[in-house]
């Protein structure tokens, strides 16, 4: 009796291995052609996703439709690996968001008009396959493109019109979004005709904000301060001038660094009359110290743009600064 048990076991279990071994060459045999070769063709991008069947139906068909059109965009352009990048650069948690949010658009931008094809799964995964027009992909980003280039020289014109009463800041910024709106496009040509005259709208948001920030210059009222020994020199005891042009620059941050260490309100933005006070200044074992105002580039460029490219260009300059010479007796 245990015998034939035995042998009924065995010829189960070699029944059960060839049924699977016919479900898997079935399986293969309706594999859809997609899968067996990469398609290629001059009229779509193609993307395959690919996704274990983990969790719910409707989660792991999702995953592979993300994974399709991640795969899709890859085809497309490296443009969405470019801006990742760009997030190790940056410690700001705001500039974080803000490249987050345009990886986001840009995925949106290069797979609008995508479509779903066919889908396909096995015992263990799920496929799904989805193409996009080469036409319809290159009509839109032309399309995009103009608006870009009509929002930017929108942008040019506001700036310069800002500069022209003085409002530095909300020039920078309107020159900056010009640049924003062009860094897409920045491989390419970025040029509006205008009066017969060709311009270069990147090239002219660079250099306008170039103009503006080379020619601001900062200037310390008091050559020295004298202060009494073991005593905290109050603050206005002086006053910090910034000019561009030579005319009175305001909204421009200005950066206090003291040799004998911390002070409070290191940071201070000009007001209308292009000035910033002095701050408060301990006495710390010596007789003399420095006090060193800047213009501080860093915060400018966060003031201005959470680009990364305006905020370098503007960080870069060289450091406008004037000296104090701090006595205590």
């Given at each position: 009796?245990?015998?034939?048990?035995?042998?009924?076991?065995?010829?189960?279990?070699?029944?059960?291995?060839?049924?699977?071994?016919?479900?898997?060459?079935?399986?293969?045999?309706?594999?859809?052609?997609?899968?067996?070769?990469r398609?290629?063709?001059?009229?779509?991008f193609?993307?395959?996703?690919?996704?274990?069947?983990?969790?719910?139906?409707?989660?792991?068909?999702?995953?592979?439709?993300?994974?399709?059109?991640?795969?899709?965009?890859?085809?497309?352009?490296?443009?969405?690996?470019?801006?990742?990048?760009?997030?190790?650069?940056?410690?700001?948690?705001?500039?974080?968001?803000?490249?987050?949010?345009?990886?986001?658009?840009?995925?949106?931008?290069?797979?609008?008009?995508?479509?779903?094809?066919?889908s396909?799964?096995?015992?263990?995964?799920?496929?799904?396959?989805?193409?996009?027009?080469?036409q319809?992909?290159?009509?839109?980003?032309?399309?995009?493109?103009?608006?870009?280039?009509?929002?930017?020289?929108?942008?040019?014109?506001?700036?310069?019109?800002?500069?022209?009463q003085?409002?530095?800041?909300?020039?920078?910024?309107?020159?900056?979004?010009?640049?924003?709106?062009?860094?897409?496009?920045?491989?390419?040509?970025?040029?509006?005709?205008?009066?017969?005259?060709?311009?270069?709208?990147?090239?002219?948001?660079?250099?306008?904000?170039?103009?503006?920030?080379?020619?601001?210059?900062?200037?310390?009222?008091?050559?020295?301060?004298?202060?009494?020994?073991?005593?905290?020199?109050?603050?206005?005891?002086?006053?910090?001038?910034?000019?561009?042009?030579?005319?009175?620059?305001?909204?421009?941050?200005?950066?206090?660094?003291?040799?004998?260490?911390?002070?409070?309100?290191?940071?201070?933005?000009?007001?209308?009359?292009?000035?910033?006070?002095?701050?408060?200044?301990?006495?710390?074992?010596?007789?003399?110290?420095?006090?060193?105002?800047?213009?501080?580039?860093?915060?400018?460029?966060?003031?201005v743009?959470?680009?990364?490219?305006?905020?370098?260009?503007?960080?870069?300059?060289?450091?406008?600064?004037?000296?104090?010479?701090?006595?205590?007796?």
């Amino acid at each position: 009796m245990i015998r034939v048990a035995y042998i009924i076991l065995i010829l189960t279990l070699i029944t059960s291995c060839q049924s699977k071994k016919k479900q898997a060459e079935l399986l293969e045999m309706s594999k859809p052609t997609w899968l067996k070769s990469r398609p290629v063709s001059n009229n779509y991008f193609y993307g395959i996703g690919i996704s274990s069947k983990v969790g719910g139906e409707q989660y792991y068909q999702n995953r592979s439709k993300e994974k399709a059109l991640a795969d899709l965009a890859q085809q497309i352009s490296t443009r969405i690996k470019s801006e990742t990048n760009l997030i190790k650069t940056e410690d700001n948690k705001g500039v974080y968001e803000y490249i987050q949010s345009r990886i986001n658009a840009t995925s949106n931008e290069f797979l609008e008009g995508y479509e779903f094809v066919d889908s396909w799964e096995d015992l263990s995964t799920y496929y799904t396959f989805y193409q996009l027009s080469k036409q319809d992909f290159y009509t839109l980003k032309a399309e995009r493109k103009n608006k870009a280039i009509e929002f930017a020289w929108l942008k040019i014109n506001q700036a310069q019109e800002q500069k022209a009463q003085m409002n530095l800041i909300q020039s920078l910024q309107l020159y900056a979004s010009a640049i924003d709106a062009l860094s897409g496009y920045l491989n390419e040509e970025t040029s509006k005709t205008v009066n017969d005259e060709k311009i270069d709208l990147f090239e002219t948001s660079r250099s306008s904000i170039l103009n503006i920030i080379k020619q601001l210059n900062v200037s310390c009222s008091k050559k020295e301060i004298i202060g009494k020994t073991g005593t905290t020199i109050p603050s206005d005891k002086a006053t910090i001038e910034v000019l561009w042009s030579n005319r009175k620059a305001e909204g421009i941050p200005v950066k206090f660094i003291y040799s004998a260490g911390y002070i409070i309100n290191e940071i201070q933005v000009t007001d209308a009359k292009g000035n910033v006070s002095t701050p408060a200044l301990n006495f710390n074992q010596k007789e003399k110290e420095q006090l060193v105002a800047e213009i501080d580039f860093v915060s400018l460029g966060r003031k201005v743009s959470k680009n990364l490219l305006v905020r370098q260009l503007i960080e870069k300059q060289k450091k406008q600064s004037c000296l104090t010479d701090i006595y205590f007796r």
